[in-house]
Each structure stands twice: as C-alpha cells, then as structure tokens.
C-alpha cells in the first residue's frame, strides 16, 4: 500500500564485503555460490516498545504505525498492518553491488565490493562466482625464529627446501619466495648479557652453530631463484634468548610494511608463513629493555 514506507528512524546497518584476492586452491574450478548474511535483533519482542526505533529493532517482522493508536500499541505484527491509520515504517534489507569487474588473471571473485542495508533480525542473499586463475602470481615469505630451542627445526627446514619448491611449482608457474629470521630484542632481559659468541666467531655453549640476537634479520628478497632460496637456508644458524617470549610480532610487523625491501609484488597474492614454538611479546613489553618513545 501507498502509505507503508520508509521512515527517518530506520536503523539499518551498513556493511561492505571486500572480495580481494580470495584464491581457491582447485584448479580449473568454478564455483557459483550464494552468500547469505544475517543480523541479530537487539530485542526480543515488542512489549512496552514506544518509539519507532524500538519496535523496527525488536523483530523483522515487526511494524511501526506512526499514528492512529496509542503508543503503546504502535508496534504492531506485520500481519496486524490494516489496524493501522496512519503511515507503516516497514523497512526491508537490500545490496548493492559496488565493484563488479569481470573474472580475469587479476580478478578471480565477482562481485568485488558489495554494499548491504540490513534490517536487525533480517538478512539478505546475494550471488558470488569465484573462478582461480591459472598460474595467478603467489609471493611467500618465511619468517622463522631462530633461538636455541628451534636448532632442530631449523635443520629440518633445510631438508624440506626441495618439498616446498616443488609444491609451489605445482601451484603456480609464477611464485617468489623470500626468507628472514628473528630472535628478540638484543638488550637484557629479553636476550642474555653475556655475548654468546666467542672472539673468534665460534660459539659458547651447546649450540653446535649460532648467530647473534637479533630483533628481525632480512635475508632474502623475493625471489623465483630456488638456488638462492636453498643457500639461504644452508646458512641459517640458530642464536638464543633470555625469556619465553620472542620478538616474532615485531618481525611480522617489519615484514609487513617494508614491501620495497620484501619484494612484495602488486598484483599478487601474498603469504607470510610464521615459524616459531613461543609467544611473542605485546606493546608495552619493551620498557623492560628500556625501550621507550
């Protein structure tokens, strides 16, 4: 009817769906499949509801009558929509789709960006098709912490280099790979106050091979040359610490927002894959070491 429309006090929420390099890995695969998104009610019925606000949270199926009962009452069932004299608030749910660029080697998701208004308790439905791109660019940066007690998983990584090779071979045709290490912050308490090496470079202790704390060490950019990418790990030495925690948030974090030192590629999807057997420290922990801004 004419008089059942939108009103000023309809409470939707808004909510935007990036699609950005969403990869499938299934070759050849095209999948169409709709997506259905749904939003609580904020209450649960309409008993003592007197503003308009109220009564569209309370229940979908819900209506407001702006005039013609006493308040009281103006929260009506939507099957009760004739009792009403006056104008009927009855939003509904909707999408938009923003962003709906076709399928290519770059875009593998349609839609890309979809704008939804939904009505609290409502949902809405809407299509997505995903079809992954042959050979789509894929760039992987290890990251590993590298103290005393990862000696071992540090000469295991060296026998998988080959493994891992060949898995991102049977990915892509169009792969990089990068590498780093971390240990901790190289100050007291977090990493020990006796240097563990020796004048001469070897170490002290029982580590067979070792390097010196470091909070992020960078050694290989990315890279398609799998010969470097073995030499690199050939080389790696562990180095110790001094507490449970390590630095490894602080190395995702340089990791990150260095891409001219990385390598990042643009147009490409990017993999960080983090190898430690400890937490990490949070902010604040540095003043510690008195590391302070």
């Known amino acids: 009817p004419d008089h059942i429309r939108a009103h000023s006090c309809t409470p939707m929420k808004y909510c935007s769906f990036m699609a950005k390099r969403l990869w499938l890995f299934a070759a050849g695969l095209l999948l169409f499949s709709p997506v259905v998104l749904q939003l609580s009610s904020s209450q649960p019925g309409s008993v003592g509801v007197l503003k308009c606000e109220d009564c569209i949270t309370a229940?979908?199926?819900?209506?407001?009558?702006?005039?013609?009962?006493?308040?009281?009452?103006?929260?009506?069932?939507?099957?009760?929509?004739?009792?009403?004299?006056?104008?009927?608030?009855?939003?509904?749910?909707?999408?938009?789709?923003?962003?709906?660029?076709?399928?290519?080697?770059?875009?593998?998701?349609?839609?890309?960006?979809?704008?939804?208004?939904?009505?609290?308790?409502?949902?809405?439905?809407?299509?997505?098709?995903?079809?992954?791109s042959k050979n789509y660019p894929f760039d992987l940066y290890m990251l590993m912490d590298v103290s005393a007690s990862l000696n071992q998983d540090v000469a295991t990584l060296r026998g998988l280099a080959a493994d891992i090779l060949t898995t991102l071979e049977d990915l892509t045709n169009d792969f990089a790979i990068g590498f780093g290490t971390f240990v901790d912050k190289p100050v007291v308490p977090f990493t020990p106050a006796v240097d563990i090496m020796d004048p001469d470079g070897s170490c002290k202790g029982k580590l067979p091979e070792c390097a010196p704390p470091h909070g992020y060490n960078h050694l290989l950019s990315m890279t398609s040359n799998t010969t470097a990418f073995q030499n690199i790990l050939d080389n790696v030495m562990t180095s110790t610490s001094a507490d449970i925690l390590e630095g490894g948030l602080d190395a995702i974090v340089q990791a990150m927002v260095c891409p001219e030192v990385i390598g990042w590629r643009n147009d490409s999807v990017h993999m960080l894959l983090f190898l430690t057997d400890a937490g990490y420290h949070s902010a604040g922990d540095g003043k510690l070491g008195m590391a302070v801004l």
């Open 59 to 132: 229940s979908p199926d819900k209506v407001w009558c702006s005039e013609g009962v006493p308040d009281a009452t103006r929260c009506l069932p939507r099957a009760s929509v004739s009792s009403c004299a006056g104008q009927v608030v009855d939003p509904s749910s909707s999408v938009t789709v923003m962003k709906n660029d076709n399928l290519s080697k770059v875009v593998q998701v349609i839609p890309q960006l979809v704008e939804a208004r939904i009505r609290p308790g409502g949902s809405i439905k809407f299509n997505v098709t995903v079809k992954p």
